[in-house]
C-alpha cells in the first residue's frame, strides 16, 4: 500500500501542517482526528490496516490530517471567543487548502468524503454540511453534534454556526440544502460503554425535518465508544455502501 506524508505552511492556521495520503485510486476519504491527536492517528489504531484491502484494491484513497483542537475547543486557557477565531481557521485551511491538495492528486471529478470518529465525527460532519459544493457526502461515527457539548456552557454565534444540531434546523437557504440532500450522509453509534446514540438520533431527526437523506445505523451493546467499534463500522460503510 502506497503512503505518502507531505506538509506545507498552512496561510490558514500560521503553522506547518502535515497530511498523509494511503493508496493510489478511488474516492477520496478526508479522516478527520477524534480529539488531540495527529495526522497518524488513525494509522496508530490500525484503522487504516482495517481499510487495506479496499485501499489496495483501489476502492479509496485515504488521506488524513491534524486537529486543531487543542488550539481551539480544547485549550483550557484560551478566550472561549478566540477558540471560534482558532476553529474557522481550521475550517479555511480544509476549504482552502487540503480539498484542493486533494483534488490535485485525484482530479477535479473524484468525490471526497469527509470522516472521523468522537469529536471528528462532528467536524467532518460540519465540514460537510458547510461545503456540499466541495465535498460529496460523510461518514461520522460516535459523534454528538452539538458543539456546545465541547464548549464549557459557552455559546456565541460563532460556536452556532459551526454546531450542526443547532445551524441546520434554521438552514433556509435553498440551493444549499439541495446540495446537501445530493450527498452521502452515514451516521453510525454503537449502544456500548462511552457510547451516546441518543445524540446521533437527535440529529437523525434534525435531518429529516430538513428532508435530507441519511442513513442513522445504531450498533449493538457490545460497540464501545472505542477503536474496535470504528475498524468495524467504516470498512462496513466503505465496502456496502460507497
Known amino acids: 500500500m502506497n503512503k ?4 506545507w505552511h498552512s496561510p490558514a ?5 502535515e497530511i498523509v495520503s494511503y493508496g493510489h485510486y478511488g474516492f477520496n476519504l478526508l479522516l ?3 480529539a488531540a491527536a495527529d495526522f497518524l492517528e488513525y494509522e496508530r489504531f490500525l484503522l487504516i490496516d482495517a481499510l487495506k484491502p479496499q485501499i489496495a484494491a483501489g476502492k479509496l484513497k485515504v488521506f488524513s490530517i491534524n486537529s486543531i483542537n487543542m488550539e481551539s475547543w480544547l485549550n483550557d486557557d484560551m478566550h472561549p471567543p478566540h477558540k471560534a477565531i482558532r476553529h474557522n481557521q481550521f475550517n479555511a485551511y480544509v476549504f482552502n487548502e487540503v480539498l484542493p491538495f486533494i483534488r490535485s492528486h485525484s482530479g477535479a471529478d473524484t468525490p471526497i468524503y469527509t470522516c472521523g470518529a468522537s469529536f471528528g465525527a462532528l467536524h467532518s460532519m460540519n465540514l460537510f454540511l458547510k461545503r456540499p459544493d466541495l465535498i460529496s457526502g460523510v461518514v461520522a461515527m460516535s459523534g454528538c453534534y ?12 460563532e460556536v452556532y454556526f459551526n454546531s450542526p444540531q443547532h445551524y441546520i434546523p434554521n438552514l433556509d437557504d435553498h440551493h444549499t440544502l439541495e446540495q446537501i440532500r445530493k450527498g452521502k450522509i452515514f451516521i453510525l453509534t454503537g449502544s456500548g460503554n462511552y457510547e451516546k446514540p441518543a445524540a446521533s438520533r437527535s440529529f437523525s431527526e434534525v435531518l429529516m425535518q430538513k428532508d ?3 442513513e442513522l445505523d445504531i450498533w449493538g451493546h457490545d460497540m464501545p465508544h472505542d ?7 467504516l470498512p462496513y460503510v466503505v465496502s456496502t455502501k460507497l
Not at 505518502?4 to 506538509?7: A, R, T
Open 13 to 17: 492556521l500560521n503553522k506547518h501542517m
Open 212 to 214: 435530507i437523506s441519511h
Open 32 to 34: 478527520v482526528p477524534t
Open 146 to 157: 452539538d458543539l456546545s457539548a465541547y464548549t464549557k456552557d459557552y455559546f456565541d454565534q
Open 4 to 7: 505518502e506524508i507531505q506538509g
Open 227 to 233: 477503536w474496535p467499534t470504528w475498524r468495524a463500522m
